[in-house]
């Protein structure tokens, strides 16, 4: 949290969910790539320990743990970016989670909340915060991009919370794109399969596939991932990737099986 106003350069970007696996990958491509970075997320530590490693590298990262389905904790997050650097230029909502991998029946209602509240409202709250601050910014604009998944197009077994969370990534989305035409601000999503991280490793030990069966899946390397992020936020702000899928090539998402 000490990371001098006067020090900073290059656009302004907050990434949720910073702290490990995408987030932790995307924060890293782009302060190796100019950009200050404002890294959120609900555990301190991670976060503190990507920003010393950033500043070792004479890169420009702000540390600030906020739980995103917290209204008055992503509102005073919002308020330290725009007094500390006085503008955004990328959102990436990336921070979620998952429920228990259980029929419908034997899901509690907390838990659905819970994936619903960081996966859907605390992407809403992030972006009606970077909306209004891009909005009135000078020069204003900016861009916000969206960690959608594969389950925004086909659920997996067992995964109702999640899936219809991601499906509503989906419209709003289609619906900050088209609100933002007339403010300069673009919104896209990534919909990603299969990246190789703490969360996609029981893809290699198996998992259930629609048929029932337990496979294993491929993975794909997870700078991959952080590649594809950073091509869609150094776009000029009349040009948008309104929806990208990047996936391992063969993981079971394209035909039937």
Request: charged share 20%; proline share 4%.
């Amino acid at each position: 949290m000490n990371e001098p106003q006067s020090a900073v350069t290059g656009k302004i970007a907050l990434v949720t969910g910073a702290g490990s696996g995408i987030g932790r990958a995307c924060a890293r491509k782009l302060l190796a790539n100019g950009y200050t970075v404002v890294l959120a997320g609900r555990r301190a530590e991670p976060l503190d320990t990507l920003a010393a490693e950033a500043a070792a590298r004479g890169q420009h990262a702000l540390a600030a743990p906020c739980d995103v389905s917290d209204a008055a904790a992503v509102d005073a997050l919002f308020e330290t970016i725009r007094t500390r650097y006085g503008r955004l230029d990328l959102l990436f909502n990336n921070a979620g989670r998952n429920a228990p991998a259980v029929d419908i029946d034997e899901l509690s209602v907390d838990d659905w909340r819970g994936v619903v509240d960081t996966n859907l409202t605390g992407v809403f709250l992030c972006t009606r915060a970077a909306f209004a601050l891009m909005k009135r910014q000078t020069p204003r604009g900016g861009r916000i991009i969206n960690n959608g998944s594969i389950s925004a197009h086909a659920p997996r077994p067992f995964s109702i919370a999640y899936t219809a969370t991601k499906h509503a990534i989906s419209g709003l989305t289609k619906s900050v794109s088209l609100d933002g035409r007339r403010y300069d601000i673009a919104c896209g999503q990534i919909d990603i399969g299969n990246a190789a991280t703490e969360m996609a490793e029981r893809m290699a030990r198996g998992v259930p596939q629609a048929n029932g069966e337990i496979a294993v899946e491929p993975l794909m390397d997870v700078e991959l991932v952080a590649d594809a992020v950073l091509n869609m936020a150094q776009l000029p702000l009349e040009a948008n990737v309104q929806f990208m899928t990047i996936m391992a090539t063969k993981m079971p998402f394209v035909g039937r099986g």
